[in-house]
């Protein structure tokens, strides 16, 4: 199996920022004014490379995703995404490296 880049679809709009459970105001990125992470997606390397693939593996273009510090790689035995973005994980993504594992 190739490697798999976790990437990011941002939350670029400005209502983005929002109030944390402890009442304080920022992002869901946790950065102040940052974009929040939307969905969470999954791509491959791009052929011949280890530069992230034109597209995810749910078929969406990852020109304006951005790379996660997350690298599956670094952490056997754990899930492909990042446990704090659990709940946004595109299931799409998701079935296909279920499908493949």
């Known amino acids: 199996m190739t490697e798999i880049i976790v990437v990011y679809e941002l939350d670029r709009a400005p209502t983005a920022v929002g109030r944390t459970s402890s009442g304080e105001s920022g992002s869901e990125s946790g950065g ?45 035995g754990s899930s492909w995404y990042a446990p704090e973005h659990a709940d946004r994980v595109c299931s799409a993504c998701d079935a296909v490296l279920e499908d493949e594992t």
């Open 32 to 76: 102040e004014g940052a974009p929040a992470v939307r969905q969470v997606h999954a791509a491959p390397t791009a052929p011949g490379s280890s530069a992230l693939g034109p597209r995810t593996f749910c078929g969406k273009d990852t020109f304006a995703m951005e790379a996660a510090p997350w690298k599956p790689s670094e952490h056997p």
